[in-house]
């Protein structure tokens, strides 16, 4: 039954091919003329380059809070995982203060005929098309009805741009002046704080290479160990073949006992002794660990003063260069060719439309009157539908 019914319908519509053919070709014909009606519009696109990023002393210092050189110039803002300083342009060409800017600078208030800046914003941004197409390029394209002002909105747009990013990469140069001044102030003063206690830490001790110095010690007290033993030995041979009394023997007891003052001294830092450089060998690890400390604690305040005032002089040039962030490839030219309205496109796919209305016309012509002829108490049915939608409309043929 249904194979019927399409074998059916294709013999209709071959019997009504003209007609179906020449109303599409004149419904193609028709449309194209309309569209000599539409206004022209031209759309200018400009390219810009990917950023890319200078190496100068600030870039690492921009690295610890992710807020210098916005545009590429000493590093990047934290983005996203997947994107990149372009799609970060790309959605900065579309932000509101973008597109106001415009809108001040070429006066689309009175172009539009608009009074709302919400309205002229809005209908600004339905002109814009802002693309990434790969490899880092950002395309920017603004439809006018003129080549020339598509060029000129087009351009404004790229350097509203450059000049918003310029903008806050100087700001957040300066704001990392400030931090980074500070961080020096505060490094400067510690430093002062660490020089002043290792100064007073060499005078007080006499210190001036704590290992060279312990090496010294250490060296006097096994020369006079050595000799306390040879004595010792000494001591006992005489001993052996003198009294108590003897010279000798007393003489070597006294060297004995001279020897072990000398030891004590170094050991303890007692007496005048010029050998112990008034640091007791008991307290050489104590005072190793101590002048360790605080020579490590000044060597590297220093190191850091030194890589904060590079970076504070290096912040200080970023905050003062007022120089474009934007590389741009290409600007906007005056098109040659308008953007649109396509009218061959819009006359063939206006034309396929009507063949298709056509034909679904004629079809449901023939349904209606197939069943009028086979089924009247359904065609009945319909016109009174017929009747009750649309009354006094209904026309029997």
Known sequence: MMENNILKWILVLIRKKWAIIGTAFFGTLITYGICWLFPIWF???????????????????????????????????????MKTQTDLWAALA???????????????????????MMDAREKLAKHLEVEAPGEGLLKISIEAKTPEFSAELTNAL??????????????????????????????????????????????????????????????????????????????????????????????????KMELQDKMSDIEYGEGDSAACLNIPLVDVPKL?????????????????????????????????????????????????????PVRSVISVISGFIIFLLTCAYILIKYTILDMKEKSPEKYQQLAEIQDA???????DK
């Open 43 to 81: 759309r200018a696109e400009a390219v810009i380059l990917p950023p890319y990023n200078q190496s100068t002393g600030i870039t690492s210092v921009a690295n610890l809070g992710g807020i210098l050189g916005f545009g590429g110039s000493g590093g990047d803002f934290t983005l996203p995982i």
């Open 94 to 116: 579309e932000n509101r203060a973008i597109l106001d800017s415009v809108i001040v600078e070429k006066n689309l208030l009175a172009h539009y005929d608009i009074e709302a």
């Open 158 to 255: 790229v350097e509203q741009l450059d000049r918003t990013n310029r903008r806050i990469k100087i700001e957040a140069a300066k704001d990392m002046s400030l931090y980074l001044q500070e961080r020096l102030n505060d490094t400067k003063s510690t430093l002062e704080s660490y020089e002043d206690s290792l100064v007073a830490f060499q005078q007080k001790y006499g210190a001036i290479s704590i290992e060279d110095q312990a090496r010294v010690i250490i060296e006097n007290a096994a020369q006079i160990e050595s000799q306390m033993l040879i004595t010792e030995v000494e001591l006992g041979i005489a001993q052996k073949g003198y009294s108590s009394e003897h010279a000798k023997v007393k003489s070597l007891l006294a060297r």
């Open 288 to 340: 190793a660990l101590k002048y360790s400390r605080l020579l490590r604690e000044t060597t590297a305040r220093e190191v850091l003063y030194t890589y904060l005032l590079q970076s504070y002089e290096q912040s200080m040039l970023e905050a003062q260069k007022d120089t474009p962030v934007m590389r741009v490839l290409a600007t906007a030219v005056p098109p040659e060719e308008k953007s649109r």
């Open 389 to 395: 939608v649309m009354p006094g409309r209904r026309k």
